[in-house]
Structures are given as structure tokens and as C-alpha cells.
């Protein structure tokens, strides 16, 4: 099994063991215990609040109904004390958004503790189990021997699976973009229909050339494209987004205009439009599907920002799209962003906002109800000072 992580078990008296298979970065389990249809949800919740993984054996919808109803414990508010020494209500914005990732980490701990069994061409050896293969494929590469991998995953490989097989239509460039595992999917199209929308720098017509720091699924490359930039860099540095964005811009009938190169931020020379759509909110991904949305102390913007005046020909522009839930949430302040763009040597040209239209701007169940009910994503236009 080389230098893979392994999942080490006793069953039928004997020691076995397989690859262990964690998109999140998680461990293997140092207890592992066989579970199948007699298991009682609140016994397999039990079991799995004290980290103990439960191996399946039994019937695969049962195995879903048991991850539904482990969901649904782990979802229970907790009984308050009658009297408490400290207060238990969050006393910041921050704070706030700290419990939340907190309790959100918990819980896919305990749900991530139901795993199954995968044979070594990803074929689930389990009654009424679905033919996920092509998924895992897409998502893990060709199978290597037998793994074991939470089902909480497995279903998400799943989802990942629906959505490259069917797309999302994006009205702005006139097609559908196909987004890979892991990469991170243009739902929210409000950014989209930004870049869709601001005026494009005068100095086109004589430069018509145009970078996409960090493209993921190649979206935003393909709405350049698609308003006549003749020439667009896309850059990434995760191998899964450059495949994606290579296949979505083929898809496309763009790949002959629209290069996709790996590099960290920029790649080589200058361009008229240089645009970039960051992780939004400054906080610690705890698994790599999450560095699409959670950029550590602004490390890539911050990092795109100083290095932007050196990448803009003269008179080009910048295009930096961010949601404003970091200040809602009291993780960056507006002042500190602009703090960022002065100290860069940047000024302001211009600026476009929109309020997003998701679901959970009306969900005052949720915990982070105000803040993203108050959220505005802008494009701010920049140019060198």
C-alpha cells in the first residue's frame, strides 16, 4: 500500500487492513469496530461521539438512513444548564462564526466515523449499494487495491459526480461550465454577472490580453473570452481546477483562446485586465475542498494585491471580486482592506455591488443568519497609483 495512510481492523478473528481514503485530510481511526443493520442509531451515535468508526456490513440504504439519523443527533441543540458561570451567548460577530466552524468540524467528525468498504475497482461490496466507480474515479484517480472511505464522503463524491455530468448553465457565456471534484462551483453566480458586466479598460483595443488569477473552473476566463478579450491567461496551481478548466474552455470551443497555465499567482508579463475572485473570508481551511472559500489572514489576496502593479501594463486595470461577509462577521474590517489596496499602490477606479440571492440569506435558522443576510459582493476596480 506504499506510503498511503491504512485502516487497520479486527473481524472474524483476524487482523485486516486497506487503504484509507480521506478527502478531508482526516486520520484513520485508531478503533474500529464492524457495524451492520442491527446497530441502533443511538448505540452507533454513542460509539461514534467517543471516535470509535463503524465498519459497514450491512445493507447500503441502511448505512444512509443510519448517516441520517447520526445527522439528526448530532444536530440536537444541547439542554442548558439551569445556571451558568459564563455567559452562553457568542459576545462578537467572530466569535460567533468561531463556534459555528467549531461545531461544524464536530459534527463531521462524528458523521465521518460511518465508513465503508471500497473493492479495488471502487465497486461497494454491500447489499443495494450504488455503482459510484466513475465517481470515485474522477475523484480519487484508478482504484489501487481495496480502501475504506467515510460514506459521508462517498455521498459527496457522489454530488460532485451529478453536477460534472449535468453542469450549471451560466447565462454569461452563453453555455454550461462542468465543475471537477473539488473545485470549487460557480452556484452563486452574482461574482459572474459582475465580470460580466463592468466596463472593460479602454486599453483593449490595443492589448487585448487579459490574466485569471486562480481560475478554478475556468468560468471567469470564459466570460472574458466571450466579450472579445482575444488572449486570456488562466492560472491555478491545483492540478484538479487546471484539468477543469481545460476541459470546460474545450467544452466551450475557447481552448484556443484562453491559455490554462499552473502558477502560484501571476504568470509571466503584463496584461490590460488582471482578475482575480479570491477566497472570501480570512479563516484556516480544515480540509482541501474548503481553500476555495476559507483564505488564511487574506494570504492570496494580499498576495495578489502587492504583486498586481507589477503584472497591469500601463493604464491596465485590476479586478478584485470579494463578498463583504468577512466584515459582517468582524474577521476583516472594510478599513483594512483598503489599508491593503494603499499599501499595494493601488487606487480605487471604480466599484460594483450586488447582493447574493442564495438560500441561506433567508434561513434565520442559521447560525450566521445576519451576517449573510446583510452580505454584498462587489467588484472593485484598481488601477496603479
Known amino acids: 500500500m506504499g506510503a498511503h495512510p491504512v485502516i487497520h481492523w479486527t473481524e472474524g478473528g483476524k487482523t485486516r487492513s486497506a487503504r484509507w481514503r480521506s478527502e478531508r485530510g482526516a486520520p484513520p ?67 460567533a462564526f468561531h463556534l459555528h466552524r467549531q461545531a461544524r468540524s464536530q459534527r463531521a467528525r462524528t458523521l ?38 467515510s460514506l459521508r464522503e462517498l ?38 454577472d459582475l465580470v460580466a458586466r463592468a466596463p472593460l479598460p479602454a486599453l483593449r483595443s490595443s492589448s487585448s490580453l487579459a490574466f485569471d488569477i486562480g481560475t478554478g473552473t475556468g468560468v471567469l476566463a470564459a466570460v472574458l473570452a466571450r466579450r472579445g478579450i482575444r488572449r486570456v491567461v488562466a492560472t491555478d496551481r491545483d492540478p484538479r481546477a487546471l484539468a477543469c478548466a481545460r476541459e470546460n474552455l474545450e467544452r466551450l470551443g475557447l481552448a484556443g483562446q484562453v491559455e490554462v497555465v499552473q502558477a502560484d499567482l501571476f504568470p509571466e508579463g503584463r496584461a490590460a485586465l488582471v482578475v482575480c475572485n479570491p477566497p472570501w473570508v480570512p479563516a484556516r481551511p480544515s480540509s482541501p475542498i474548503e481553500r476555495g472559500i476559507y483564505d488564511p489572514e487574506s494570504s492570496m489576496l494580499r ?50 455591488d450586488v447582493r447574493p440571492k442564495h438560500p441561506r440569506v433567508s434561513d434565520d435558522t442559521d447560525p450566521l443568519h445576519a451576517a449573510r443576510a446583510a452580505e454584498v459582493t462587489s467588484l472593485w476596480r484598481l488601477a496603479v497609483r
Not at 460534472?164 to 451560466?170: D, F
Not at 471534484?181 to 459572474?192: D, S
Request: hydrophobic share 40%; proline share 8%.
Open 112 to 149: 465521518g466515523t460511518l465508513l465503508v468498504p471500497l473493492d479495488e475497482d471502487y465497486g461497494i461490496p454491500l447489499r443495494r449499494a450504488p455503482d459510484i466507480r466513475q465517481a470515485c474515479t474522477e475523484a480519487y484517480g484508478p482504484g489501487e487495491g481495496p480502501s475504506v472511505a
Open 303 to 352: 498576495g495578489f494585491l502587492d504583486a498586481l502593479p507589477a503584472h497591469l501594463e500601463p493604464g491596465g486595470e485590476g479586478w478584485v471580486i470579494l463578498s463583504d461577509l468577512a466584515e459582517h462577521l468582524g474577521l476583516r474590517p472594510r478599513s483594512a482592506l483598503l489599508a491593503a489596496f494603499d499599501a499595494a499602490r493601488l487606487k480605487i477606479v471604480d466599484r460594483s
Open 155 to 192: 455521498l459527496g463524491l457522489i454530488g460532485a459526480h451529478e453536477w460534472r455530468t449535468k453542469g450549471i448553465e451560466i447565462p454569461a457565456i452563453g453555455g454550461r461550465i462542468y465543475p471537477h471534484y473539488g473545485v470549487f462551483a460557480p452556484i452563486r453566480r452574482e461574482y459572474v
Open 29 to 95: 481511526a485508531g478503533r474500529v469496530v464492524i457495524a451492520d443493520d442491527t446497530l441502533t442509531a443511538d448505540d452507533a451515535y454513542g460509539l461514534a461521539c467517543q471516535g470509535t468508526a463503524l465498519l459497514w456490513r450491512g445493507d447500503f440504504q441502511n448505512a444512509r438512513q443510519m448517516l441520517l439519523a447520526l445527522a439528526s443527533r448530532a444536530d440536537r441543540q444541547p439542554r442548558k444548564p439551569k445556571k451558568s458561570a459564563a455567559p452562553s451567548m457568542p459576545t462578537s460577530p467572530a466569535e
